[in-house]
C-alpha cells in the first residue's frame, strides 16, 4: 500500500467515539515522539558528560532505555492509526468487497482479542510490581512500578484504537484494509 498513504489512515467520519479515539491515539504519537526526542537529549548529555568531561553517569542509560521503550508502547495507537505497520494486502486485494469486510472484521477481532490478553498480564505485571515495590537493581534504584506503567497503558490504548477501527468498518465510515472499492 505503498502508494495509498493519505487513504491509509483510519477514517472517522463523523463519529464521535471515532474522532474521539483518534485524538486519543494522535496524542499517544505526540507523547511517544516526546518520549523519544527526551531519550536523544538525554543521551547527547550523557555522551558529554562521559567523553568531555571524564565524569560518570548514573541514571542516563536506564532513563533512555525505559524512555525507548514506553515510547513504542505508547506510541502503538498512533501507528495503528496511521496504518504505520507492516502490511501485506495480497490476499484483501485478491478478494471482493464482502469477503474482504469480513475478513477485516475476523482479522480485527482476533487482534483485540490478543491486544486484551496482553493487556490483561500488563496491567497484572505493571501492578505486581507496584504491590511489591520493586526497584530496579541499579544505583539510581528506579520505582519500576513508573516504567512498566507503560505496558498496560500502551495496550489499553491499543486496544481502543483496534476497537474503533472495528467499529469504523462495521458501521462503513471506514474501508476494509483501507482499500477502495475495485482495488
Given at each position: 500500500?505503498?502508494?495509498?498513504?493519505?487513504?491509509?489512515?483510519?477514517?472517522?467520519?463523523?463519529?464521535?467515539?471515532?474522532?474521539?479515539?483518534?485524538?486519543?491515539?494522535?496524542?499517544?504519537?505526540?507523547?511517544?515522539?516526546?518520549?523519544?526526542?527526551?531519550?536523544?537529549?538525554?543521551?547527547?548529555?550523557?555522551?558529554?558528560?562521559?567523553?568531555?568531561?571524564?565524569?560518570s553517569?548514573?541514571w542516563?542509560?536506564e532513563?533512555?532505555?525505559?524512555?525507548?521503550?514506553?515510547?513504542?508502547?505508547?506510541?502503538?495507537?498512533?501507528?495503528?492509526?496511521?496504518?504505520?505497520?507492516?502490511?501485506?494486502?495480497?490476499?484483501?486485494?485478491?478478494?471482493?468487497?464482502?469477503?474482504?469486510?469480513?475478513?477485516?472484521?475476523?482479522?480485527?477481532s482476533?487482534?483485540?482479542?490478543?491486544v486484551g490478553v496482553?493487556?490483561?498480564?500488563?496491567?497484572?505485571?505493571?501492578?505486581?510490581?507496584?504491590?511489591?515495590?520493586?526497584?530496579?537493581?541499579?544505583?539510581?534504584?528506579?520505582?519500576?512500578?513508573?516504567?512498566?506503567?507503560?505496558?498496560?497503558?500502551?495496550f489499553?490504548?491499543?486496544?481502543?484504537?483496534?476497537i474503533?477501527?472495528?467499529?469504523?468498518?462495521?458501521?462503513?465510515?471506514?474501508?476494509?484494509?483501507?482499500?477502495?472499492?475495485?482495488?
Amino acid at each position: 500500500m505503498a502508494g495509498q498513504s493519505s487513504a491509509a489512515v483510519a477514517q472517522t467520519g463523523r463519529n464521535p467515539f471515532l474522532r474521539a479515539v483518534a485524538a486519543l491515539s494522535t496524542l499517544a504519537g505526540w507523547c511517544s515522539a516526546a518520549m523519544i526526542v527526551t531519550a536523544v537529549a538525554i543521551t547527547c548529555q550523557m555522551i558529554f558528560i562521559r567523553f568531555v568531561l571524564n565524569g560518570s553517569t548514573i541514571w542516563q542509560t536506564e532513563a533512555v532505555i525505559y524512555l525507548m521503550v514506553a515510547a513504542t508502547l505508547i506510541g502503538l495507537p498512533y501507528v495503528q492509526r496511521l496504518r504505520g505497520h507492516v502490511n501485506v494486502d495480497l490476499i484483501p486485494l485478491m478478494l471482493g468487497q464482502r469477503a474482504r469486510r469480513a475478513l477485516a472484521i475476523i482479522t480485527l477481532s482476533l487482534s483485540c482479542v490478543i491486544v486484551g490478553v496482553m493487556l490483561f498480564y500488563g496491567y497484572d505485571y505493571w501492578h505486581f510490581a507496584w504491590k511489591r515495590g520493586w526497584t530496579s537493581d541499579t544505583v539510581w534504584a528506579v520505582r519500576l512500578w513508573i516504567p512498566y506503567l507503560a505496558l498496560p497503558v500502551g495496550f489499553a490504548l491499543l486496544l481502543l484504537q483496534l476497537i474503533a477501527d472495528l467499529v469504523a468498518v462495521l458501521i462503513g465510515a471506514d474501508k476494509p484494509f483501507g482499500l477502495k472499492e475495485g482495488m
